[in-house]
């Protein structure tokens, strides 16, 4: 490929990179807003870039979005990207389509470890890194100190001279205001609440994209959408060379494979909607409409001059899950996605837009094995098709292994743990017990501790509910990828059984009181039952085949008192994540647009009876 040449001065493509919460889509807000993108008093919603539900509710973003606004005659695209550690595909996608990262870190947390595993990532593609100090106006917020461990992180990531001499931004998001200091002068730049000084700083340090003028035009596909108006959309940054609306196009796939297109719309970003367009220079990231098959990874170029650029590539998953057809006796009467042939088409729908996620075929009908970067990630998808009518039941989480030199490898974690010292003791016993090890345990003032620990991804599986009972809800937990180990060995998990319901039928009071003292109880009375449904917890480590359908048995007989009401213990209502969690591997979880379910992955007592036996 012939040496970049030229930049084009009028574009600057920057993503917003950090840990969650740290405040990245309300940054965006103050930038729209202060942009000129709402004409004024225009009413907006607040975290205008998390469109998705399920990022509102959960105050998170899971999808990349991108977006523009525009300052003293330069468009400056912005990417606001995920910040939780599963979502890594997302962020790796959109930094593909950038120069330069706004590092955003909060002023009392810093650096956590989601922070390390972004900025990692924009190293390594040599980006202009912009610092923004975020939440100076926190109580506890403690900005020099932040700064002082930043520094250390970019020298423990092996940051270069050029990319060690980044600019600091002091920020409010909140408030639009950005600075640079802590205390701004009366007068100064930002002394007002505004982000000049950083729009001002990411013109000036962000380098404009650069481009070969002897290129013919080439597109490198980062993301993927869906209309339901124009269909298909690809969603790229122009590498090099110039695209008109009508210009005749051709697709690179992998292996070199050629496809021509019918785009039927080129559009660009405008705020926070796309706008058709003319055409696009280099630098610009811009959406086709009306292509029927593109991957991500895929060059889009010119007829003429065909020539396929480096594909993306993302870190490979690490945690599989088995995604089964529902078939339990309450199949169908929930949801209207149930048939194995939307199942599979949807999971491959996902699979077009979210590069870290793979389906697998496992040769049982009706079950496929979808491999993803986490836990979480594999259950925001299940919840998203919970929400489109599907019904479906999956299997307990499992890490993917691999063999090398003859050794059996299993991915490892780096666990940062901030908790109350009179729980550190807990934290530790726990963590040992899963194969964790302690890697370092300072106090900083409080009266809490710093654990830093080293453990098996599979030891996280169930362990986040755990960590926040035993630390009463006040411990923070954050974790991502390491590498591969030698398998570190078996450990126990899960020290009590199931209570099984041994036949269909409706659950009762009278039954469910006296179940209440062999554990705890997860339906409630009036619920539908099922013959190998899981009703509750077993207090031992042994399954239990009980009746939860069981009434009083009435008799001629009177007692001289009246008898009792019967008064349940309240049950905590069954979610997603909970049920993953809770699940051995011999057990489901039945998921329908109105219920949660946990039931045997053999609803017969006989089968499974005839299971173990075979197993002996």
Not at 50 to 63: F, Q
Not at 145 to 155: P, Q, R
Not at 265 to 287: C, F, H, N
Not at 471 to 500: A, M, P, Q
Request: hydrophobic residues 40%; contains cysteine.
């Amino acid at each position: 490929m012939s040496p970049k040449d030229s930049v084009n001065p009028s574009i600057r493509n920057i993503a917003i990179i950090a840990h969650v919460d740290h405040g990245k889509t309300t940054l965006v807000d103050a930038m729209f807003r202060q942009s000129g993108v709402f004409r004024e008093g225009q009413e907006t919603q607040e975290r205008l870039m998390d469109s998705m539900e399920l990022e509102r509710e959960r105050g998170i973003t899971i999808a990349a979005k991108n977006c523009s606004v525009l300052w003293n005659g330069v468009k400056i695209n912005i990417l606001d990207t995920p910040g939780h550690a599963d979502f890594g595909g997302e962020v790796e996608r959109a930094l593909s389509m950038v120069d330069g990262a706004i590092l955003l870190v909060d002023a009392s947390e810093g650096p956590l470890p989601q922070t390390r595993f972004v900025l990692n990532k924009a190293l390594e593609g040599k980006l202009s890194i912009v610092v923004v100090i975020n939440k100076i106006d926190r109580p506890d917020a403690r900005a020099d100190a932040v700064l002082s461990e930043l520094i250390d992180l970019f020298i423990d990531l092996g940051a270069g001279e050029e990319q060690l001499d980044f600019p600091i931004v002091y920020a409010i998001g909140r408030q639009g205001l950005a600075r640079s200091t802590l205390e701004a002068p009366a007068g100064a730049p930002g002394g007002e609440g505004d982000l000049r000084f950083l729009f001002d700083t990411i013109i000036e340090r962000v380098k404009p994209p650069s481009y070969s003028s002897a290129e013919p035009f080439q597109m490198l596909v980062s993301d993927l959408s869906y209309s339901d108006y124009f269909g298909r959309q690809a969603i790229g940054k122009v590498i090099n060379g110039r695209v008109r609306s009508k210009d005749e196009l051709v697709c690179v796939g992998e292996g070199g494979a050629r496809k021509q297109l019918n785009v039927s719309k080129l559009q660009t970003y405008v705020g926070p909607r796309i706008v058709e367009s003319p055409g696009a220079e280099p630098g610009d990231i811009v959406v086709l409409s009306g292509i029927d098959d593109v991957h991500i990874g895929d060059t889009i170029c010119t007829r003429d001059a065909p020539k396929a650029l480096k594909r993306i590539i993302v870190d490979e998953p690490t945690v599989a899950m088995r995604f089964n057809v529902n078939t339990s006796p309450m199949a169908g009467t929930e949801g209207t996605q149930v048939t194995t042939s939307k199942l599979l088409e949807r999971l491959r729908k996902e699979t077009l837009r979210n590069v870290s996620l793979q389906v697998e075929e496992t040769g049982v009908a009706g079950q496929y094995r979808v491999k993803g970067r986490g836990e979480f990630q594999l259950v925001i998808l299940i919840e998203m098709m919970r929400r489109e009518g599907f019904e479906l039941s999956v299997g307990r989480p499992e890490v993917i292994i691999r063999h090398e030199g003859g050794k059996k490898l299993e991915p490892v974690e780096h666990l940062t743990i901030d908790v109350a010292e009179p729980f550190a003791g807990i934290v530790t016993e726990r963590l040992s017990g899963r194969r964790g090890r302690m890697l370092t345990y300072s106090a900083h003032g409080g009266g809490r501790v710093k654990l830093e620990f080293s453990a098996p991804t599979r030891a996280l599986i169930g362990y986040r509910d755990l960590f926040l009972t035993d630390t009463k809800g006040t411990g923070i937990l954050n974790s991502y990828l390491s590498g591969y180990e030698e398998w570190r060995g078996d450990f126990i998990d899960r020290f009590t059984g199931s209570l099984v319901s041994d036949r269909a039928g409706t659950a009762v009071t009278y039954a469910l009181f006296h179940l209440e003292p062999r554990g705890r109880l997860f339906v409630v009375p009036g619920e539908p039952v099922y013959e190998g449904m899981v009703v509750g917890e077993h207090n031992l480590d042994t399954d239990l085949e009980v009746n939860p359908a069981k009434p009083k048995k009435l008799s001629n007989m009177r007692s001289v008192l009246k008898d009792e009401a019967l008064t349940l213990t309240p049950i905590q209502p069954m979610t997603l994540e909970r049920a993953i969690q809770f699940i051995r591997d011999d057990e489901l979880v039945e998921v329908t647009p109105k219920s949660i379910r946990i039931r045997k992955a053999l609803l017969s007592a006989q089968e499974r009876k005839a299971a173990r036996r075979e197993e002996r």
